[in-house]
């Protein structure tokens, strides 16, 4: 008798448990279901505005200014837009987008591999040097992370009108000079990502190299930069991006003289703001380098941006 009354809770317990498992079974799935309804619908609202750039970038100009894009059913679409955005015939700047290329990426490279060679060696040196008010600096690194580059925008210029003044080298209007203020309000994010990236490292690895006789200049380029490459995989799209989209501080340091395609794409809207069709295909036409940058590097991004934030 005692032993069948053993038996029956563990039975009835293992059915309860058994209808508890089947209930959550179903009730995933509609889960997944409803959440790919949500997902879908922001994404449908997100794309919208493309889909509105990419339709106004095939209209006339008389369909576009006349008419909204919604519009478009039973009007003429035509791929001329693309022709004058690139070859410039109606840009305020006098040159095309072609030339305006050139600028961006010689703007864009340095300024992207500049803070990324500077944060490396100082995530190294906050991750695996020892040196007295290490945490301090590094709280002073992160602290400049809420500075904005446009409270920044006169001081700086001061600055290069008094080194122009002292030395006689102009400095506003050339490539250096949007090449030091992407790369030092770049620096704070890039060291931060790279040194929480680097403390998740073996540090094993790098005692034993120590241990083999390596200096710390061969443990950094052999070992750890190696080892850091999604980390700067995921820093260098970032920041391509940035400063690829890019207005005001490559307006206001590389000038006219030096227009990128940022403003470029401002001319094209002509002198009476009635190139918008010319605009919304000059922007198809700039999107494509960052999106080709984004898919090849995408298998690094999220790898390294979520290293390090939990330990």
Request: charged fraction near 10%; charge should be positive.
């Amino acid at each position: 008798m005692t032993s069948s009354t053993q038996v029956t809770p563990t039975v009835v317990q293992t059915r309860n448990a058994s209808a508890v498992s089947a209930a959550t079974k179903t009730a995933r799935p509609k889960r997944r279901v409803l959440l790919t309804v949500i997902l879908g619908v922001f994404a449908v609202l997100w794309l919208l505005p493309v889909l509105g750039l990419l339709i106004t970038s095939l209209r006339t100009t008389t369909d576009a200014l006349s008419t909204g894009w919604w519009t478009v059913l039973g009007k003429s679409l035509t791929f001329e837009n693309y022709a004058n955005a690139l070859s410039g015939a109606t840009s305020g700047t006098g040159q095309s987008l072609a030339s305006e290329f050139f600028n961006t990426v010689a703007i864009v490279l340095p300024a992207t591999v500049l803070p990324l060679m500077f944060a490396a060696f100082a995530a190294y040196g906050f991750t695996f040097l020892e040196f007295k008010g290490k945490e301090f600096f590094f709280a002073v690194v992160v602290g400049l992370l809420v500075v904005p580059v446009q409270i920044s925008l006169v001081p700086v210029l001061q600055t290069y009108s008094a080194i122009t003044k002292a030395t006689g080298i102009q400095i506003v209007g050339t490539y250096p000079a949007a090449w030091i203020v992407h790369s030092s309000f770049a620096l704070p994010l890039c060291i931060f990502i790279l040194r929480n990236y680097m403390s998740t490292l073996p540090n094993a690895l790098v005692e034993a190299a120590r241990v083999d006789g390596a200096s710390h200049f061969q443990i950094f380029w052999r070992l750890i930069m190696p080892m850091s490459i999604p980390a700067l995989a995921s820093f260098a799209i970032f920041q391509f991006i940035w400063v690829w989209n890019d207005y005001l501080v490559s307006f206001i340091f590389a000038g006219t003289t030096n227009p990128v395609l940022q403003v470029g794409l401002l001319a094209l809207k002509g002198q009476y703001n009635q190139g918008w069709n010319l605009v919304a295909a000059g922007s198809f036409v700039v999107m494509i380098i960052p999106l080709i940058v984004f898919f090849s590097l995408q298998r690094f991004f999220v790898r390294g941006l979520t290293a390090g934030s939990v330990k």
